[in-house]
């Protein structure tokens, strides 16, 4: 899924004509995905795997896109509104940064105590990628779209590095686009069930799975964190989120100067070295489609076709409809104090986003956001736990679900780009999405000390 910092998808033109439509589109599919609720998946034995709203709201987004062409025009939703959803789930994203910043700014000195562990998990997430990806990738004779796939969880960032350095239609380049295009069509559903069942072995520590879950990305972050929280007790899961929150940030952040300085070179250093070892001599995938056609153009620019009131829009569309999840799973009944929560959430969005603008955007709006959100609730901030009781009545997850709908209902426009992918490079995809949460968790674990 797409990071919060990139861009609206190329020559989009978003304005009112799109979005309302979207938002009907996103409050129908989140009250679906409310009302089916989570669903407990029994794996055998004590082991199992929750299925969240977040998930369905994903998978009826996705399915209402695919359905569209045989729909009446009514509920269709062609090409440019889906592109008009996709475009819209960045600032969207933006509520559940901050969510998680309010979390985080109470929890600090938790996190604080948990010692070296956020620091050095940043090693499993980058050459978690490679470890589990790049062995796979070459037995299967891919050749150095491997270097692409599996250097990082390719995202935005990842995209600009290897597109500067060798270009999109260079080998790399495809095998980065293909890890976008995977992680875009199947990331969200492959990385909560994966992060649900690597849960339920009971082998990790819940907070070193948080951190695990923080891999760069807030949609799947979001995911990840949501069904690692869901089997844990209320108490457990505020944390699972403060620190994949954390882990999240710190990944986004100087996780872009960490991938271009020791993942990349170490990912080209050892496929020199594998390569001759575990290599086929097959070729790989055929030529995909031009990157301009489905990928955003960089990184950290803004979503430059959304106008200031359209932004607000979003927002507040957004919140409210978080509002309704939050009543329909959670029973809160959205008074006073929980409308005075979401507002507070909405004003540290707009507090940092404005932040962003004026600094000129050269630091990602995800950072203000997340910034502005924990100063609230940092315990010597005057009135923080005012702050931090109003918003508290608002769950995470009921804030994550709308941005997945979102994510859905975009998908549908992806497809053919992604039907042209070998379904090799998928597999690898997959299983670099699979190394970075597991290697984090790893690292995460050995390092990390208990809070009290």
Do not use: C
């Not at 037995?139 to 060798?166: C, D, H």
Request: aromatic share 10%; hydrophobic share 55%; charged share 10%.
């Amino acid at each position: 899924m797409s990071n919060v910092t990139s861009a609206s998808p190329t020559g989009v033109d978003v304005g009112w004509a799109g979005l309302p439509r979207v938002f009907v589109g996103v409050g129908v599919t989140v009250l679906f995905a409310e009302l089916i609720g989570a669903v407990t998946v029994p794996l055998g034995g004590s082991y199992k795997v929750v299925l969240l709203p977040l998930l369905w709201a994903l998978l009826i987004g996705a399915a209402w896109g695919l359905a569209s062409p045989r729909l009446p025009a009514v509920i269709r939703f062609d090409a440019r509104t889906q592109a008009v959803a996709g475009a819209a789930l960045q600032p969207a994203l933006l509520l559940f940064v901050a969510k998680l910043g309010l979390l985080v700014g109470g929890s600090l000195p938790k996190i604080l105590a948990a010692g070296w562990a956020l620091v050095f998990q940043e090693f499993g997430h980058f050459f978690g990628t490679m470890v589990f990806g790049l062995p796979l990738a070459l037995l299967l004779g891919i050749k150095r779209e491997a270097i692409g796939a599996t250097f990082s969880v390719g995202r935005e960032p990842s995209l600009a590095i290897i597109g500067e350095k060798y270009g999109m239609n260079s080998p790399e380049g495809r095998g980065v686009l293909a890890e976008y295009m995977t992680g875009t069509i199947f990331g969200t559903v492959f990385i909560a069930i994966f992060a649900g069942v690597v849960t339920g072995l009971g082998i990790f520590d819940p907070l070193a799975l948080a951190m695990g879950a923080g891999v760069g990305s807030g949609s799947l972050m979001a995911a990840a964190s949501g069904a690692i929280a869901a089997q844990q007790t209320p108490e457990v899961a505020k944390d699972v989120a403060a620190f994949a929150a954390a882990s999240n940030l710190i990944t986004t952040t100087v996780g872009t100067y960490f991938t271009l300085f020791l993942s990349l070179p170490f990912t080209v250093w050892a496929y020199g070295v594998l390569e001759p070892i575990l290599g086929r001599r097959q070729t790989t995938s055929e030529p995909l489609p031009p990157p301009e056609a489905s990928v955003p153009a960089s990184s950290h620019q803004p979503a430059t076709t959304f106008s200031a009131v359209e932004f607000l829009s979003i927002w507040l569309v957004s919140a409210l409809v978080a509002l309704v999840g939050n009543y329909i799973a959670y029973k809160t009944v959205p008074d006073v104090s929980v409308l005075a929560g979401a507002a507070m959430i909405v004003a540290a969005v707009v507090a940092g986003h404005l932040v962003y603008v004026l600094t000129k955007r050269v630091v990602p709006a995800v950072v203000w956001v997340s910034l502005v959100a924990m100063a609230l609730t940092y315990p010597t901030t005057p009135f923080a736990a005012d702050v931090a009781a109003i918003t508290g009545k608002i769950n995470f997850l009921a804030l994550a679900t709308p941005l997945l709908a979102f994510a859905g209902l975009s998908i549908a426009k992806d497809l053919p780009a992604f039907r042209s992918l070998g379904w090799r490079i998928v597999v690898v995809s997959l299983m670099a999405n699979a190394g970075t949460f597991l290697g984090a968790t790893i690292i995460a674990q050995f390092f990390m000390h208990k809070p009290v």
